[in-house]
């Protein structure tokens, strides 16, 4: 992507200890849509600043978590029981990449893709059915986005974006498109008050808070020095940055992640439900290193808890839901669980542009 590059000459001249200007990061791993993935112009708005991170083409990511308990209101039989257990294995890992596929002064478009995959195992798995059927399965995320930025002037800037995503343990043989498709978006529009300071507002549909949901977004991103600065998406993140040096960046904050996936189950349940949607919403507070490898590859660590806000099934065959649900997110919840804040930890590798690359490309200008 592109080169942060307007009017750094100038800038130089009263910071001359400016931060080295990368191209913007590509999103986050709770894939909303990071503000400043699309390169600042030199003539136009947009959402980043100056001291940002390396844009990341290609990401691929593991992460896992300390044992925890979880403890299950069983809503599927009659009277509601209760059974409880340790998750010893919950490991996630993803795929992501992102396509600049136009790139003009007045119009960014990105493409972008991604695959992830989420397993559980748990120490006593005949303690429930549920347990059972989440055993080993493997948890899906197949999705593509496509991400607009659009410039107005100097000051003002919008930015847009949808993606369908496949959740759930399909297999090919059996996907069903309407079953397992979720759908979410964003819109943003924003003012952009300096290189080192641009904030918008805006509104978001998704599945950031578990259950498909419309809610209002802030974003601020700022740089106060050379070392320090705030790259925020309010509420579903805050992230302070400290640029250690030119290879090597430290970021602390939360995010709030959420996950909602159709599930088919091995065994029907006490009710004989035999399909399940199960959406999980968690905050994660974390401390990320990010260091360059080698010119064009680098690699981050990240670690901090996760506290869960959210870990219930519902019953898929109320999918449809009338007006008052809708608004409420009331649904027939067959399985309550509470789990345990937990440590995790995850390591990533990602591709970002070569500097022979962005040095032509600045060059061009």
């Known amino acids: 992507m592109l080169l942060l590059t307007g009017g750094l000459a100038a800038q130089a001249q009263v910071r001359p200890t400016t931060p080295p200007v990368y191209p913007p990061p590509a999103p986050l791993p709770n894939d909303t849509l990071r503000a400043d993935q699309v390169g600042r112009s030199q003539e136009f708005a947009v959402p980043s600043v100056v001291g940002q991170g390396p844009s990341k083409g290609l990401i691929a990511h593991l992460e896992g978590l300390a044992d925890f308990k979880i403890n299950s209101d069983l809503n599927d039989q009659t009277p509601a029981g209760k059974a409880s257990s340790t998750v010893v294995k919950n490991r996630r890992a993803f795929i992501k990449g992102y396509i600049p596929v136009w790139n003009h002064p007045h119009l960014k478009v990105i493409l972008g893709f991604n695959y992830d995959r989420e397993e559980f195992q748990f120490q006593n798995p005949d303690n429930a059915s549920f347990y059972r059927n989440l055993e080993d399965k ?7 986005q496509l991400a607009v930025i659009r410039p107005v002037d100097e000051v003002h800037w919008y930015l847009a974006r949808v993606k369908g995503e496949l959740n759930g343990d399909y297999t090919s043989s059996e996907l069903s498109i309407q079953d397992y498709l979720k759908m979410s978006g964003e819109f943003i529009y924003g003012w952009k008050r300096s290189p080192y300071l641009s904030w918008g507002v805006g509104a978001q549909v998704g599945y950031t808070f578990g259950r ?41 904050g939360y995010t709030v992640d959420g996950m909602n996936y159709n599930i088919k189950l091995r065994e029907p349940l006490a009710n004989g439900l035999q399909t399940l949607i199960l959406r999980e919403t968690e905050l994660k507070f974390r401390l990320r290193l990010e260091r360059e490898i080698y010119d064009f590859l680098w690699f981050g660590i990240e670690g901090g808890y996760r506290y869960n806000v959210n870990f219930n099934a519902v019953d898929a065959a109320s999918n449809e839901r009338t007006l008052p649900q809708l608004f409420s997110g009331s649904r027939n919840r067959v399985v309550q669980n509470t789990l345990g804040t937990v440590p995790y930890a995850s390591i990533e590798v990602f591709l970002v542009p070569p500097r022979k690359f962005l040095k032509k490309i600045n060059q061009g200008r």
């Open 212 to 252: 498909q949901s419309i809610y209002p977004v802030i974003l601020y991103n700022r740089t106060f020095n050379p070392r320090w600065g705030v790259e925020s998406l309010f509420p579903a993140r805050v992230t302070v940055r400290r640029n250690l040096n030119a290879k090597t960046l430290l970021f602390g």
């Open 138 to 144: 493997g948890l899906k995320t197949v999705g593509t």
